[in-house]
């Protein structure tokens, strides 16, 4: 069993468009995550949510809007997609806030034409 | 804020050869350190961890040893293999700070039989 799985794993889309990513675990965490990975490979946190209540945004355009409708569950939803948001989002679950020991899943790749 | 750097790469060595992937970081409170790994393809996954001062992680032939006096947590491997090959992450979660994992760039490892 994928302990995080996300879909869809790859997602080419044109400019403009809205798409949305989904996220699973069945780990029985409090916490869940999204990471965006840059060409470079430099990997940088988006949102976090701790029992379905946004605890990170970390200056994310609102463009991105994280939905979490229980805490197996965190959602992103892009509307109106640049260039610029192509990049691999990575969602990872822990079990707790502090002390992070996250478990991630395979990664989206998202490329905007 | 918080920051973790790592070595440049890439780094390629051949196999059975000794490895050193320097990090260091900066953190205002006290952080928990993690080696992560991500296999061509794939997600990320926990490689080892240390929590305080002194402590050492090992999985899989690799060590890193939390050096609070250098700010340090570099990995290493006496004898590397060629599945070993993947990019290689150094991360913190500060217990005082904002409840996330910083990554360092990455560093790209290559191991040529």
């Known amino acids: 069993d994928t302990a995080v799985s996300q879909t869809p794993k790859y997602l080419v889309t044109q400019m403009g468009n809205d798409k949305s990513i989904k996220c699973e675990q069945n780990l029985g965490h409090d916490t869940m995550y999204w990471y965006k990975q840059d060409s470079k490979k430099f990997l940088k946190i988006m949102f976090s949510y701790n029992n379905k209540e946004l605890i990170i945004n970390e200056t994310v355009p609102n463009r991105f809007s994280p939905k979490s409708p229980d805490k197996a569950h965190l959602n992103l939803h892009i509307n109106s997609l640049e260039l610029g948001d192509s990049a691999v989002y990575f969602c990872?679950?822990?079990?707790?806030?502090?002390?992070?020991?996250?478990?991630f899943g395979q990664g989206t790749r998202l490329t905007v034409v | 804020g918080d920051s973790v750097t790592q070595m440049e790469g890439p780094v390629t060595l051949s196999e059975e050869a000794f490895l050193t992937i320097n990090c260091t970081y900066t953190?205002?409170?006290?952080?928990?350190l993690f080696w992560y790994v991500q296999y061509p393809g794939e997600g990320l996954q926990l490689l080892l961890k240390?929590?305080?001062?002194?402590d050492k992680g090992s999985n899989k032939g690799f060590e890193a040893t939390y050096r609070k006096e250098t700010t340090s947590f570099h990995l290493e491997k006496g004898s590397v293999q060629v599945s070993d090959s993947a990019v290689y992450f150094c991360?913190?979660?500060?217990?005082?700070?904002?409840?996330?994992?910083?990554f360092g760039q990455g560093t790209r490892l290559t191991i040529n039989p």
């Open positions: 990872a679950s822990s079990q707790e806030l502090r002390n992070i020991e996250a478990f």
């Open positions: 240390a929590t305080k001062a002194d």
């Open positions: 991360a913190l979660s500060d217990l005082r700070g904002a409840q996330k994992l910083v």
């Open positions: 953190a205002t409170g006290y952080p928990s």
